[in-house]
């Protein structure tokens, strides 16, 4: 992929790059990507989703850990297409100025994007935003880390 080159990704070509699987991973499809500079992906929120049983019963609302995480996973999926990043896992060192703006429910597609602030020796910041039909959810500053992955050197 080239620095230029917007590109998009499906469920399938997202499983190829980050290691979760239902019911957590978090993002159906990418439809925006720069490599290394930023990304913008799509989580649809079903009632069918297992936290939608307990938080809370006849008044479902995603969980706003889980809109954190769909957007570490964004964000991650821009980090481990870079080729030094491949195979490796990208894990949380900071959450920093979170606010939640709107509650996020069954039936919102949530958009998801990461704009990466800096990236090195295995460390970076992003600033992250989830919206939903153009109104902010949920924004902040995460850190984290690249790691080896040690499922993929069993």
Do not use: W
């Not at 704009?115 to 020796?121: C, G, P």
């Amino acid at each position: 992929m080239s620095e230029k080159e917007t590109i998009t990704l499906t469920n399938v070509e997202i499983q190829k790059i980050l290691p979760h699987r239902y019911p957590f991973l978090l993002v159906d499809k990418i439809i925006e990507f720069e490599e290394g500079k930023s990304i913008t992906g799509i989580k649809n929120v079903t009632a069918n989703e297992p936290q939608f049983t307990g938080h809370f019963p006849g008044n479902p609302i995603m969980p706003g850990v889980l809109i954190t995480e769909a957007l570490a996973q964004v964000g991650a999926v821009m980090l481990l297409s870079m080729p030094e990043n491949k195979g490796k896992l990208g894990v949380f060192t900071g959450i920093n100025n979170f606010k939640f703006r709107r509650q996020v429910v069954p039936g919102d597609t949530l958009e998801l994007h990461a704009d990466l602030i800096m990236y090195r020796h295995g460390m970076g910041k992003a600033n992250v935003k989830a919206t939903v039909e153009g109104q902010v959810a949920a924004m902040g500053e995460i850190s984290f880390a690249v790691v080896d992955n040690i499922a993929n050197e069993e």
